[in-house]
T-cell receptor, first 110, second 115 residues
């Protein structure tokens, strides 16, 4: 596998910024995706990185460094509704086989 | 566009019984996936179809699990006989290209409880 590692849980207050790191051990992959999953619901697509650098989408940004083997998802101006699990996923080859990490549970407190 | 449809939403069965799940992907999506998600873990790929052909079923427990996508559209996943450790959410997902550049779109899943 790709040994995708994410922290289990993070807690932050409303309005703050949280950075969720994702590290992996694989030499090559097509892309790295971030998904949000609220309890009892299906994962929903947030962001996608192919090249190194930062991709910004409103309050959410994702960064990739292939040489350092890590990515992060940055959540700004946290809202209560951002409390969810955030999943990092690698696509290791051209066949679109998504491999998911265990997810990071983000708890937003008032 | 209509999303990925799955049924049933919930299922409770006893061990050694059989169960089947159904999935209808987003129209035009060639690639269909079945994932198993155990509580507290990330989704684990069971099987991936490209149209009606299997791309990857290396993690499918073939002694008890089977899946088909006969006409390249909707798909069924079957478990026979079920074990306690099969209790999980079974997620179906589809993507347009399946080439790694298209995101997965997930259905709401089927929550299976085996007693």
């Amino acid at each position: 596998g790709q040994n995708i590692d994410q922290p289990t849980e993070m807690t932050a207050t409303e309005g703050a910024i949280v950075q969720i790191n994702c590290t992996y051990q694989t030499s090559g992959f097509n892309g790295l995706f971030w998904y949000q999953q609220h309890a009892g619901e299906a994962p929903t697509f947030l962001s996608y990185n192919v090249l190194d650098g930062l991709e910004e989408k409103g309050r959410f940004s994702s960064f990739l460094s292939r040489s350092k083997g890590y990515s992060y998802l940055l959540l700004k101006e946290l809202q209560m509704k951002d409390s969810a699990s955030y999943l990092c996923a690698l696509v290791p080859d051209s066949w679109g086989k998504f491999q998911f990490g265990a997810g990071t549970q983000v708890v937003v407190t008032p | 566009e209509a999303g990925v449809a799955q049924s049933p939403r919930y299922k409770i069965i006893e061990k050694r019984q059989s169960v089947a799940f159904w999935c209808n992907p987003i129209s035009g999506h060639a690639t269909l996936y079945w994932y198993q998600q155990i509580l507290g873990q990330g989704p684990k790929l069971l099987i991936q179809f490209q149209n009606n052909g299997v791309v990857d079923d290396s993690q499918l427990p073939k002694d008890r699990f089977s899946a088909e996508r006969l006409k390249g559209v909707d798909s069924t996943l079957k478990i026979q006989p079920a074990k306690l450790e099969d209790s999980a959410v079974y997620l179906c997902a589809s993507s347009y290209e399946g080439q790694g550049g298209s995101p997965l779109h997930f259905g709401n899943g089927t929550r299976l409880t085996v007693t």
